[in-house]
């Protein structure tokens, strides 16, 4: 693929630092699948990236260490499409997807928040009112 992948912003990742392998694709096809080769295999080496920030290459590295092959190496692969092309396609997008939530910064803490005064009141008065409408659902208790 001529084009960087785009990681988020203005940031991509430059066709140099992209591995391409492919190999043969299990699947449908007939006597095609037997002699091309569609399933495409992409590696980036995470940890020798110049493309990508320090911080966010620090980031990316702790939460896709489980995927990762050698502590460093990213790896996609693609072959869903008879295309070659179209695999490409979607292995370049898989791996802009994963760098991109993997660099995202974290998320702000949630503020812990007391409920209003008026919303405990109509959730108690909600509860009460259930209750009442349970109790009449019952028959009235003969008493001798």
């Known amino acids: 693929m001529p084009e960087p992948v785009r990681v988020r912003g203005s940031v991509a990742v430059p066709d ?3 591995v391409w392998r ?3 694709s299990s699947g449908p096809g007939g006597q095609h699948v037997n002699t091309s080769d569609t399933q ?3 590696r ?3 940890a020798a990236s110049a493309a990508l920030p320090e911080v ?3 980031r990316a ?3 896709l260490a489980h995927r990762l092959v050698d502590g460093r190496v990213l790896v996609v692969r693609a072959s869903e499409h008879r295309s070659q092309w179209r695999n490409r396609e979607v292995a370049a997008a898989r791996l ?3 760098l991109g939530e993997a660099t995202a910064p974290p998320p ?3 503020r812990a928040t007391k409920p209003s005064r008026g919303m405990v009141e109509r959730r108690l008065a909600n509860k009460k009112h259930r209750a009442e409408l349970k109790r009449g659902r019952s028959a009235p208790r003969a008493t001798d």
């Open 22 to 24: 492919f190999s043969r």
């Open 61 to 63: 590295l702790e939460r």
């Open 56 to 58: 966010w290459k620090q």
């Open 16 to 18: 140099a630092e992209l």
């Open 108 to 110: 702000k803490a949630r």
């Open 96 to 98: 802009a997807s994963l």
């Open 44 to 46: 980036y080496d995470l």
């Open 40 to 42: 495409v295999e992409l």
